[in-house]
């Protein structure tokens, strides 16, 4: 038989009720508004007019998202091997040495800036007659690749700049990791003559799995939506070279005034984040991957 709700319960519900309120308007409202403008033909005058399907289907059959949908696929595989691995390799470098702080504070430095101003810093870097170019041509390399212009390196050196910032915010996660880990397996491991890669892949990766599903879980997140370091790195181009879906959704929305077509990106990225997330996570924490 049901319990019946008592007083006390009515009231928390009553203290709940206008935060749950608020998160209804300012975040499901605005969805299922998105969601129905990418079934409508929308500029932002007027009223939106009901065209069913057509974004998604010009959306799918258009050769710029495609490029945009590819280079995002490189920005997830980028983010989860060049920032998640060098953080790794950092915090199992430092986290057992006196001073380790000091030697992993250089890398977490540029986790406080923005994305624009990674953007910009590494923009000065690398564009043509840039710090780069100007420092290879000591060297006598008077003839270096275009890293702005010549797609898909440019999504790649992008992706270097993103590690640069990500890096130092992931080795810290892993070393408050590693320093969470009981020290009596270690310690019997030593013992029995455990060392190395040895150690690693059989006391120190097992117990970093929870940990390391959070980190890889929030890089996958964050390069699905990559936008602010290509905006002020390259605006997307040249053209629509090194565009995201973020950064296309940004366009077709603002730029172009398209507000259907954006909304039906969004609407897809969307899936696409919330799919990849669960998959991810259901499989990190299906039980056979506990130990």
Avoid: C, H
């Avoid at 097992?206 to 964050?222: E, F, N, Q």
């Amino acid at each position: 038989m049901a319990s019946q709700s008592t007083p006390y319960q009515w009231s928390a519900r009553g203290f709940i009720a206008p935060g749950v309120i608020l998160v209804a308007i300012m975040l499901y409202l605005p969805l299922l508004w998105t969601v129905f403008l990418s079934f409508t033909r929308y500029n932002g005058l007027g009223a939106p007019k009901w065209v069913g399907f057509d974004n998604y289907v010009e959306m799918f059959t258009d050769p710029d998202f495609v490029g945009s949908a590819m280079n995002t696929v490189l920005w997830v595989i980028g983010t989860l091997i060049i920032p998640v691995g060098i953080g790794l390799a950092i915090a199992l470098l430092t986290w057992n040495l006196g001073g380790g702080i000091w030697l992993r504070l250089p890398f977490l430095i540029p986790y406080a800036l923005s994305g624009i101003g990674v953007g910009v810093v590494w923009s000065f870097i690398l564009s043509s007659g840039g710090a780069l170019d100007q420092a290879l041509a000591v060297f006598g390399i008077l003839d270096p690749p275009r890293w702005l212009l010549d797609a898909p390196l440019n999504t790649v050196v992008m992706i270097i700049a993103s590690a640069w910032q990500g890096v130092g915010v992931n080795a810290l996660l892993f070393t408050i990791g590693l320093q969470a880990i009981p020290k009596e397996p270690l310690e019997a491991a030593r013992i029995d003559g455990a060392s190395g890669t040895r150690l690693f892949t059989g006391i120190l990766w097992p117990m970093l799995r929870p940990l390391t599903a959070v980190v890889v879980g929030l890089s996958i997140v964050a390069s699905l939506k990559t936008f602010d370091i290509v905006w002020g790195m390259t605006k997307g181009g040249p053209g629509t070279a090194s565009e995201t879906l973020a950064l296309t959704m940004y366009k077709e929305t603002f730029v172009n005034s398209d507000y259907g077509l954006g909304s039906a990106i969004a609407v897809f990225l969307t899936v696409i984040t919330l799919v990849a997330s669960v998959l991810y996570l259901r499989q990190q924490l299906s039980p056979k991957n506990e130990m």
